[in-house]
């Protein structure tokens, strides 16, 4: 039996090698269409299929309290938080989880981190397991202020070489030494709702700059927690939590909870974590397998055509005796080869495709960290596979066998076959197109988001910017001390040689972030919670922001106490269309003099959907008449006098012995751009090389139904073309045939794509709706596409001499 399916393999890969383009075709067709499946099946196969990384996943719940305020929703106070903790009878246990940012200094070098401040009971609960020493115990309980810290594995290898003699040692973060108890183990992680990046050191709550005692006049940080309690006890718990959180509101003397609705929610870990991803992982999938669908339809015509040219080979097997078994197996052997050539293209293909997917999906799906193809995903390869090569091998056997359907595809003129044979043609020709329109559909849905990203006007200019943003060297440092120091630095970076001048502000202009507060036309209307900027007046001029009607703030700081710039998004909101200079605008409850109105200006995405467009710009440090301990201190550099800026001279000022501050960041604004629009442009390439993927199916696929169709029909061409009839009446006659249904197709595609997206819009809004500016060139493109596909089969076909063609059917 062995020797038999050697030989079987000998005659097949002969059978190939005669036809290199069939198989390059088939190969890299297939291989790019399995490898989009395999990627998004990986994704699923995380996010539905593998259970969480921590002990008793499904006990573990994610309890949050919101604050309802003016039409928008802001997270609660830490010291809230803190005290349900602390007073919470229905868990088993509960942990705080709070996340910053922290410098460490390792070798005379500083490296930023992601750091977590963590509960005691944190690690236990979650059963993170170190590799290393231990985890926090009681030592490490709040108000302990026990100076220990547990480090990532990643953190271990990469700045401390693995060294098992690291436990004991002291490290300096942000100037002082903590003590390293503990290393985690390798792939321990902590659950990816807490924090956009995993932390790298942990460190007890007592270090963390959380007001989590409500000693601070405003208010700072936010604080997560994990409860484990009894798995589907959901709502039970959610009256607990928010009985529990309104007498604590009461007890904690804070004017903010007082201003709106407090709102527990008690979420299990797992959906906490995967949230709506599932959905759009699933409707990935969908788009995906609708993918392999369409190259599959596609290169089964390929086949068939194939099976055409072998019907004589088949009649000569036949005539010395094989039996259909022995064919099938022929053909079994040669899809198998293909498949699985295919298959292995497609694992290596989707290993690439699963870090675009991380690097794509990183702000909007969880768990990408652990994204790899796992055996779920290898043994769905191996059944997908399995499945083409049955599938491609059975489509040809199955039309050598019936001869009647053979019978009908050859028959012409007017009889039954014909239109038997023509309502196959249609069939094939409108759900080809069908599929590959709601691809395109859904590809454009893609590609016009991030074109529509990339074409923004950014609304200042990016030439010859820098922006430098610093923070305290020492935390120790107050803030009067910082404002004493703050115009020392930047008249000694005005003083380089190729800065024109410097602004200072509280947001860099691309995240304009600010502070959000109460914004309002009058002290009656509805309040607004808008971001509210700091900047000095020269911010404006050195940053190349437009106005649209009035001028930057005054210069003498008095004067300038209560003027308020608003860009024209804000300005419509607060004050309508008709707004005027010299309209008051309300913020925190105070009036402003509307001075200046300038253009929108770009802003990251992240915060443009949680913010809205809306800025509001007032003179620095004239909000509650000091800095606030959440806001920066960003400085706007225009070096005109030269095209590259020496980044090395603001080093060695800010870092100097007896500078006051460090340097959190310090990039040219051209560069801050580009890092938010990177997203964008890999997303518009990606969609863009799918859609053209998605045309070099839809042309494989009509030219295989059309190119079948015109061999089968060559005898009826032969006996037309000799009673007289041109070869461009019989391409037109073809052409005609063959769009009714394609055309039909595309627009069944296209409104079958515009309802399901009207269906499923909550999960389409972040794409927003087909555009037909985006949508009409994919359809023309297709529109070509088809018709070189159907003219270039037919055209080989009639180029044969007539005579020729009745030879051969002879």
Request: hydrophobic fraction near 45%; charged fraction near 15%.
């Amino acid at each position: 039996m062995s020797a038999y399916w050697l030989m079987e393999l000998r005659v097949a890969m002969r059978a190939l090698t005669k036809r290199p383009q069939f198989v390059l075709t088939v190969v890299i067709t297939l291989a790019l269409s399995m490898a989009t499946v395999i990627s998004v099946f990986s994704l699923n196969s995380l996010l539905l299929l593998q259970s969480l990384p921590f002990k008793d996943a499904q006990q573990q719940y994610v309890v949050d309290f919101k604050l309802d305020f003016a039409g928008k929703t802001f997270p609660s106070l830490p010291v809230l938080k803190r005290r349900f903790v602390e007073n919470q009878t229905s868990f088993e246990s509960a942990s705080l989880y709070v996340g910053e940012t922290r410098t460490l200094e390792l070798q005379h070098q500083l490296f930023k981190l992601e750091t977590a401040f963590v509960s005691a009971s944190y690690f236990d609960q979650l059963g993170l397991a170190t590799t290393h020493g231990r985890a926090f115990n009681h030592n490490e309980k709040l108000n302990n202020f026990t100076p220990s810290t547990v480090l990532s594995y990643q953190l271990w290898q990469e700045k401390f070489s693995a060294s098992p003699a690291i436990i004991g040692r002291q490290i300096n973060i942000d100037g002082t030494f903590f003590s390293v108890v503990g290393v985690l183990k390798k792939g321990v992680l902590s659950p990816d709702n807490l924090a956009s990046e995993q932390p790298q050191l942990y460190l007890p709550l007592d270090y963390s700059n959380a007001d989590l005692f409500g000693n601070k006049n405003i208010s700072e940080g936010d604080a997560s927690i994990i409860a484990k309690g009894n798995a589907n006890n959901h709502t039970s718990y959610l009256n607990d939590v928010q009985s529990l959180a309104n007498k604590l509101k009461t007890e904690i003397n804070n004017p903010l909870l007082s201003f709106g609705t407090l709102k527990a929610h008690v979420t299990p870990l797992r959906e906490a974590i995967i949230g709506d991803s599932d959905r759009l992982s699933l409707l990935l999938l969908l788009g995906a397998l609708m993918l392999l669908l369409v190259a599959c339809a596609n290169l089964s015509n390929l086949f068939i055509a194939r099976s055409v040219e072998s019907k004589q080979d088949f009649a000569i097997h036949v005539a010395v005796g094989a039996k259909h078994k022995q064919l099938f197996n022929k053909l079994l052997m040669e899809s198998s080869l293909l498949s699985f050539a295919s298959g292995i293209m497609a694992l290596l293909i989707a290993v690439w495709a699963i870090e675009l997917i991380k690097f794509i999906g990183s702000d909007s799906l969880p768990r990408l960290n652990q994204l790899s193809i796992d055996s779920y995903t290898l043994l769905f390869s191996m059944l997908i596979c399995c499945l083409l090569a049955l599938f491609f091998s059975y489509i040809p056997f199955w039309l050598s066998r019936n001869a009647s359907l053979n019978q009908q595809m050859q028959t012409s003129g007017k009889g039954g076959g014909k239109q038997n044979s023509a309502r196959s043609r249609v069939a094939l020709l409108l759900g080809q197109s069908a599929l590959v329109s709601m691809l395109l559909c859904f590809s454009s849905l893609f590609l016009q988001k991030s074109l529509t990203e990339l074409e923004k006007v950014t609304g200042f200019n990016t030439e010859q910017r820098a922006i430098l943003t610093l923070e305290r060297k020492n935390k120790a440092l107050s803030k009067g001390e910082l404002a004493s120091a703050l115009p020392a630095v930047i008249e000694q970076i005005r003083q380089l040689p190729e800065v024109t001048n410097v602004a200072l502000s509280n947001s860099s202009p691309v995240i304009m972030a600010g502070v959000v507060f109460p914004v309002q036309k009058s002290i009656d209307s509805a309040e607004y919670m808008l971001s509210v900027n700091k900047a000095q007046p020269n911010f404006f001029d050195v940053l190349g922001i437009e106005f649209i009607k009035g001028s930057t703030f005054s210069q003498n700081s008095a004067e300038a106490t209560y003027e308020v710039i608003l860009n024209q998004s804000s300005a419509r909101l607060l004050l309508g269309e008709n707004w005027a200079i010299g309209d008051s605008v309300f913020v925190t409850g105070r009036p402003y003099k509307l001075v200046g109105v300038i253009k929108d200006t770009f802003r990251a995405r992240y915060l443009r959907s949680q913010l809205g467009n809306e800025l509001v710009i007032v003179p620095y440090n004239k909000i509650n008449g000091d800095m606030l301990p959440s806001e920066q201190i960003v400085l706007n550099i225009y070096h005109g006098k030269s095209k590259h800026f020496n980044f090395s001279n603001i080093d060695s000022i800010i870092n100097s012995p007896t500078s006051a501050f460090s340097i959190t960041s310090l990039q040219s604004l051209q560069d801050v751009l580009e890092e938010e629009v990177h997203l964008a442009k890999t997303t518009a390439i990606l969609a863009a090389s799918f859609c053209l993927l998605t045309l070099l199916l839809a042309a494989i696929g009509v030219w295989g139904i059309v190119n079948y169709s015109a061999k089968m029909r060559h005898f009826e061409f032969g006996i037309r073309m000799a009673l007289g009839a041109k070869k461009v009446h019989l391409l037109k006659m073809m052409l005609l045939e063959n769009i009714k249904p394609l055309s039909f197709g595309m627009f069944s595609g296209v409104a079958l794509a515009t309802l399901i997206i009207q269906a499923n819009a909550a999960h389409f809004s972040l794409f927003g709706y087909l555009q037909v500016g985006y949508l009409a060139p994919m359809i023309i493109a297709m529109i070509l596409t088809t018709l070189i596909a159907i003219i270039k089969p037919v055209t080989q076909v009639v180029n044969d001499a007539p005579m020729s063609a009745l030879k051969r059917e002879q």
